[in-house]
């Protein structure tokens, strides 16, 4: 991972002079992001004030300290395989389940992002809302992608959260979500699925002009990166190797006094690397195979593709009551064969890495 992403993460991280020692934030960040946020109302507005900014602007002051009081605790790092990365992105949408998440090695972490988005970097956190019952869990995604800089003024960064009832489909609750909120912009309340949404009209501004497309489109892509990061990390066949980083190479954050930067240790891990270099190997091996023309008369061609990977929930256990998923990895279609070849499936890795 780029050392830059990470030098970021650590400055974003940092816990904001203002909002620990004048506001409420520290006394209610263990509440949970919903009834946090709605204790805070007063505090946002003192800042909105103090500084000039717009409240939303504000609000997002706090959501960000919030991730990063979290994180701080162990500072992970997933380095992910940028070839693996592109093939879990694919994986097939699936039902959440917070009985597999809750298995998470960290609920907070920092990945990389694939070339092509406005972010390099994202800061992933993940929590739970029993209230209505632990067969009834629902599970907030929370994530702060940020586009990493030299200096900590010129980090661009962007807040976007979405909960995921039990047991649904989460690209198509966070469809949903983004469907009723645009129809409750117009009417005051929008419906779609399982998601209701009451707003003031106009407060969104117009949710249907290119630019907010475009940022939807983004933050889509996003929470489907960081829900399949999470569900891997989950799995019972996922590969994660950690790496230990010398003293001497531990990324430095400035002092908060102003006095000698200081070195910060993090936790690191390499995932799906393995497994990401032989998927990348049988793609270069295949890329010159010819289209096989099959039946007498000419038939049809069958080319080279890839079958996307998916998720496969099953029970373990004494009376099978332990919830398991695993991932499936693709599987390579070949011209020439009756079958399909299946990428190998790589196992948990143990160990350090230097």
């Known amino acids: 991972m780029d050392k830059k992403i990470i030098q970021s993460a650590l400055v974003l991280a940092e816990p904001d002079p203002f909002i620990r020692d004048e506001t409420e934030a520290p006394k209610n960040i263990d509440l949970g992001m919903s009834r946090y946020l709605l204790t805070l109302a007063s505090d946002v507005e003192k800042v909105s004030t103090t500084s000039g900014m717009p409240n939303e602007n504000a609000a997002?002051?706090?959501?960000?300290?919030?991730?990063?009081?979290?994180?701080?605790?162990a500072k992970t790092i997933y380095d992910?395989?940028?070839?693996?990365?592109?093939?879990?992105?694919?994986?097939?949408?699936?039902?959440?389940?917070?009985?597999?998440?809750?298995r998470l090695p960290y609920?907070?972490?920092?990945?990389?992002?694939?070339?092509?988005?406005?972010?390099?970097?994202?800061?992933?956190?993940?929590?739970?809302?029993?209230?209505?019952?632990?067969?009834?869990?629902?599970?907030?995604?929370?994530?702060?992608?940020?586009?990493?800089?030299?200096?900590?003024?010129?980090?661009?960064?962007?807040?976007?959260?979405?909960?995921?009832?039990?047991?649904?489909?989460?690209?198509?609750?966070?469809?949903?979500?983004?469907?009723?909120?645009?129809?409750?912009?117009?009417?005051g309340e929008g419906k779609a699925g399982d998601i209701t949404v009451t707003t003031t009209p106009g407060r969104h501004g117009n949710l249907n002009d290119e630019t907010a497309q475009a940022d939807?489109?983004?933050?889509?892509?996003?929470?489907?990166?960081?829900?399949?990061?999470?569900?891997?990390?989950?799995?019972?066949?996922?590969?994660?190797?950690?790496?230990?980083?010398?003293?001497?190479?531990?990324?430095?954050?400035?002092?908060?006094?102003?006095?000698?930067?200081?070195?910060?240790?993090?936790?690191?891990?390499?995932?799906?690397?393995?497994?990401?270099?032989?998927?990348?190997?049988?793609?270069?091996?295949?890329?010159?195979a010819s289209c096989q023309t099959t039946g007498p008369t000419g038939g049809h061609t069958v080319r080279p593709h890839v079958r996307r990977a998916h998720w496969h929930h099953y029970w373990t256990g004494a009376g099978r009551t332990t919830l398991e998923v695993r991932w499936i990895e693709p599987t390579l279609v070949l011209p020439g064969r009756n079958g399909e070849t299946e990428l190998p499936t790589i196992r948990k890795v143990h160990g350090p890495e230097r």
């Open 60 to 73: 997002m002051h706090f959501v960000r300290f919030y991730i990063g009081h979290f994180w701080r605790f």
């Open 80 to 102: 992910f395989s940028p070839r693996f990365l592109s093939v879990l992105e694919q994986t097939e949408d699936a039902p959440v389940y917070a009985d597999v998440l809750k």
């Open 107 to 187: 609920r907070d972490f920092v990945m990389a992002l694939p070339a092509g988005l406005g972010y390099d970097g994202m800061f992933v956190h993940v929590e739970f809302d029993e209230s209505y019952g632990e067969n009834d869990t629902d599970t907030l995604f929370l994530l702060c992608p940020f586009k990493s800089a030299g200096r900590a003024e010129d980090i661009l960064l962007k807040i976007e959260m979405q909960w995921c009832l039990n047991g649904k489909m989460f690209l198509k609750s966070f469809r949903d979500a983004r469907t009723a909120l645009a129809e409750a912009d117009i009417t």
């Open 216 to 288: 939807r489109q983004q933050m889509a892509r996003c929470l489907r990166i960081a829900v399949s990061a999470c569900y891997y990390l989950a799995s019972r066949n996922a590969e994660i190797r950690e790496v230990r980083i010398p003293k001497s190479e531990r990324p430095l954050i400035p002092s908060s006094h102003g006095g000698k930067p200081k070195r910060v240790a993090v936790k690191a891990y390499r995932v799906g690397y393995a497994l990401g270099k032989s998927f990348e190997q049988q793609l270069k091996e295949q890329s010159s």
